[in-house]
């Protein structure tokens, strides 16, 4: 469970940062993106992904949260 | 003669050759020919690994990371090189990084305090002694706002408790004091060490205001310099330039900057978190934006097209005032930059150039370069991680040589090859090029000149390395090999 820092870059793409690794990907998809769930299933640029437990409510970013690799 | 891709790919293997099988592999994988239009380096390159056994690295240990590089610049703070007393001697005093004020009332930063291990505090156990030295401190210099502890080897490998020690003498004395585990011995390199600092600087100084008012009022034109350690006065450099644009500096990080500077910036909410060196700085820009929305932007002051283009994107994030002043900033500086290329570039066109440095500068200064019409055809980080490679392959021309904590055989083997007519590089390169007879400047310290931020530095970057490149001396030596035999010339006399 990676602890992974969430934000939106300059071009406004939400940005997965991965702190222990220093390793920044965009995230191509995400399975909820609100207004009344947010989060879900994410895939990045690299093809991985990952499984964030849905917030009820589109959050405030940036923002870290425990994500499971899938 | 600008290599291709497949040139600086052969290059790489023939280099390679001399390596033995396992060695040769291991390398290729830090060795690589940039191809601009990549976005991702962790596909070509693997960075931040441990440097291999029996080859000469340029890198450093945590400890110069935090002690030399995060913590050290603060100026009214108090460094104790917790451990033996050689790394906080030898580390002394290096860096330059620049400083206002009096020694011993508000500057603390170029004396060496060090709590000296003896075998007896290795097998004992040195927190006795670090509660000690920390009384003793604030004794003898009692105007020193807070003390941080940097941690050498035997401390983390004796397992001593500085943060227990540090939070009862904070109690005591009332002074922030932040113990860093920075042990050389943790991570691959120096860049372990700014992570540590950083985590340091959230968990002990950053939070310390938090819930109270700012003792000073809040403008909208806020902003922070982080990542710039004023070397040569670099900081001061930007710091003039951001003051021209009507921007106020609330904070410099950690270049002259002061411990309540730290302290009172989560209070201030400043507008804007400019981030130089985003290496060694970019863990606290994030942790800053997460938890006060403090947002970072990094930016690059080195050469007028880099200035100019990073001025109007932080005058992007402000409004129209700031937009107008930096247009009118820029037009007024033209006229002195045109004429500073007009005079040096001729002498510089089309020079070649190859770096080898640590945090933000061998991707950063290549603007400057370019300016004078001079070319980069290799470039590498000590230390890096992806996520600077990932910033790199933009500003760098294609098939230009990359390499990662490049060992001095490759560079030197690189430089034969390429024949480059500057190198940049740090101290323990200088000397083995200068006999190589090619020109050198120094890029950590700038060779002892500086600033080169700011259109003040590119007056002064401009300059030397003019002077580096066109001195007469590279004319006057020749190599032994290219000499005539000195016996053969007294034969003849004879």
């Known amino acids: 469970m990676p602890s992974v820092m969430l934000r939106n870059n300059a071009a406004g793409d939400l940005v997965f940062y991965i702190t222990k690794k220093d390793q920044e990907e965009t995230v191509v998809a995400l399975e909820h993106s609100g207004p009344n769930a947010w989060g879900g299933e994410i895939e990045l640029a690299d093809g991985s992904r990952f499984y964030l437990e849905p917030f009820a409510q589109t959050p405030k970013l940036p923002m870290t949260v425990r994500v499971k690799r899938l | 003669m600008t290599m291709n891709r497949q040139e600086t790919e052969q290059l790489i293997q023939e280099v390679l050759e001399v390596y033995p099988d396992a060695t040769g592999k291991q390398r290729a994988k830090h060795l690589m020919a940039n191809d601009p239009t990549l976005e991702k380096s962790n ?36 460094n104790i090189s917790h451990g033996p007393v050689g790394c906080g001697q030898l580390s002394r005093g290096g860096r330059r990084n620049y400083v206002t004020g009096y020694s011993g009332i508000n500057v603390f930063a170029e004396m060496n305090f060090t709590s000296d291990f003896q075998e007896k505090d290795v097998v004992f156990g040195g927190d006795k002694k670090l509660a000690t030295i920390i009384d003793e401190i604030n004794t003898l210099f009692p105007l020193v706002k807070g ?78 310099l982080t990542g710039d350690y004023n070397v040569g006065g670099d900081a001061w450099a930007s710091r003039v330039l951001m003051e021209s644009i009507g921007l106020r500096v609330i904070g410099q990080w950690s270049g002259d900057g002061t411990l309540s500077e730290l302290e009172l910036i989560p209070s201030l909410k400043p507008k804007l978190n400019l981030l130089h060196c985003y290496r060694s700085m970019n863990y606290i820009s994030r942790h800053m934006e997460e938890k006060y929305g403090i947002p970072w932007l990094e930016y690059n002051f080195f050469g007028p097209t880099q200035i100019a283009k990073s001025l109007r994107a932080i005058a992007a994030r402000f409004d129209e005032t700031i937009q107008a002043n930096v247009e009118r900033v820029i037009a007024e500086n033209q006229a002195e930059m045109d004429a500073i290329i007009a005079k040096f570039r001729p002498r510089l066109e089309g020079k070649r150039v190859m770096l080898f440095v640590g945090g933000l500068r061998p991707r950063h200064v290549i603007g400057a370069y370019e300016d004078l019409g001079m070319e980069i055809i290799g470039t590498g980080y000590e230390f890096a991680h992806n996520d600077d490679y990932d910033r790199t392959f933009k500003e760098l021309q294609d098939g230009a040589l990359i390499y990662d904590d490049a060992t001095s055989f490759e560079l030197e083997a690189f430089a034969e090859r390429l024949k480059p007519d500057l190198i940049g590089s740090g101290i323990k390169e200088k000397f083995v090029f200068h006999k190589m007879g090619i020109p050198f400047r120094q890029l950590h310290s700038w060779d002892y000149s500086g600033p080169y931020h700011g259109y003040d530095g590119f007056a002064i970057f401009a300059r030397d390395m003019d002077m580096a490149i066109n001195n007469p001396c590279w004319k006057k030596m020749t190599p032994p090999w290219k000499q005539k035999a000195v016996g053969a010339d007294l034969a003849e006399a004879a």
């Not at chain 2, 070509?44 to 690994?49: A, Q, R």
């Not at chain 2, 904070?170 to 691959?188: L, Q």
Request: with cysteine; net charge neutral.
């Open chain 2, 43 to 78: 596909k070509c390159l693997v960075t931040n690994k441990k440097a291999l056994p029996g080859v000469m690295t340029a890198r450093g240990c945590a400890y110069a990371g935090s002690k030399g590089v995060v913590w050290g610049p603060i100026k009214d703070m108090v």
């Open chain 2, 147 to 224: 003390i941080s502890i940097q941690s050498e080897c035997p401390v983390g490998l004796i397992g001593d408790d500085i943060e227990a020690v540090a939070k009862q003498k904070a109690k005591e004395i009332g002074k922030t004091i932040v113990p860093a585990r920075c042990e050389g011995f943790r991570g691959v390199s120096q860049s372990l060490g700014h992570h540590v600092a950083n985590d340091t600087l959230r968990d002990w100084v950053l939070s310390n205001r938090d819930g109270q008012e700012p003792t000073i009022e809040s403008t909208p034109y806020d902003v922070v």
